[in-house]
């Protein structure tokens, strides 16, 4: 196995097990569920003194200096990308890794842009609109967060018209790479807010073939 | 000019200002000053819709596709270690990029890190201990952003330590890379406050040590 992913699913370790699935890559997957407590355990903060989910392992030979430990899950999907992907430059059209400046341009802003501009009123979205106990959930939270959000949106939908202008699908370029699967595994947590998701058609129409792929599909069949 | 870089030294400019600087690239500076306004108007906004600095274009031969736009402080900084760099593996010792899969991975996963972990009280405290008008200051939210990033420089003078023990005295590497002025890019904005950096000495004199190179030097006598 040339990784090691740690973080179930159902969190920002989707992001490194989107990445490998895509790739074809064989992992160990270690299904460390944070709620339980698993990332407080002295092995596990070992891995990553942050205590957060996703680590990846990435088994390198004792000749290229052995283990490499990446945390942070935008960095995990960036790495797997270059490391474990197509050799940049030679890209035969379905990689998900970037192949010119260009596309890593793309894979880099967008991957930073959502955790700046997007993650955090995502999850509060999500928070309190779905995901915890109703008699904690505060509407008046998730309503700011989703008026927030028209911000970044809107940026994001005039890229994808650009994008189509220049004859380009998804992003980065005219194929899925890893900076969709970035940016769709966070904007996945509103996809059903259609008072928002319906402002932003473009928007709405990328995220739904990002999630149809074959990758994303397998993972919530395995995990369901 | 390889490069454009928008945006004054005293902002998230300083990060792709610093790594153009340390691999001694001639750039074109343009001082957006966003206090005046100026990420607001068209030609900006056509630049980076987000309205924000940093914008860095790389200016690529027609034959690559042309001019390249980054923006995300982080994403700006890590781009132009890769495509103005050394060519990774042929690292001579002395470039701030990345030249294996274990720097490249200290480099992305430090630099989000940053963002995700210490940017937002970093700016906090900055903002109401030093540069905010003092009328407007609030001395309890520093205060607060000051003991939330005890959690993080933690984890950052534990990386130090074991870095020194396996002989590098960088975050990456045996030497400055990119990883380090990322977070030092970010820290600086704490330097001053003794009560929070007495207690970290490793990255107390880490920090020290980024900041007197010539290259921050020289950005800063230039800007003076």
Chains 1, 2 share one sequence.
């Not at 945390?71 to 059209?93: F, N, P, Q």
């Not at 400046?101 to 894979?107: I, N, Q």
């Not at 994008?163 to 890893?178: K, L, N, S």
Request: aromatic letters at 8%; charged letters at 25%; hydrophobic letters at 40%.
């Amino acid at each position: 196995m040339p990784l090691t992913i740690y973080g179930i699913l159902a969190s920002r370790a989707l992001r490194p097990l989107w990445a490998a699935t895509e790739l074809g890559l064989p992992f160990e997957h270690v299904q460390t569920d944070y709620r339980q407590g698993y990332t407080r355990t002295p092995e596990f903060l070992a891995l990553n003194p942050n205590g957060r989910v996703p680590v990846v392992v990435d088994h390198r030979p004792d000749s290229e200096g052995g283990d490499v430990v990446i945390w942070e899950s935008m960095a995990c999907a960036l790495y797997i990308a270059r490391y474990h992907g197509t050799v940049a430059g030679k890209a035969d059209g379905t990689t998900i890794t970037p192949a010119t400046p260009r596309e890593d341009a793309e894979a880099l802003r967008w991957s930073f842009w959502t955790m700046t501009e997007v993650e955090k009123d995502a999850l509060t979205v999500l928070m309190h609109r779905f995901s915890m106990p109703e008699p904690q959930r505060k509407p008046e939270l998730a309503d700011q967060a989703e008026r927030r959000l028209h911000v970044p949106l809107r940026v994001l939908e005039a890229h994808l018209a650009q994008q189509q202008a220049r004859g380009e699908a998804h992003i980065a370029a005219d194929r899925f790479t890893v900076a969709d699967l970035c940016v769709a595994s966070v904007l996945l947590w509103v996809r059903a807010t259609r008072t928002l998701m319906d402002q932003f058609p473009l928007t709405s129409a990328w995220l739904k073939g990002c999630l149809a792929r074959d990758a994303y599909q397998a993972l919530k069949k395995k995990s369901a």
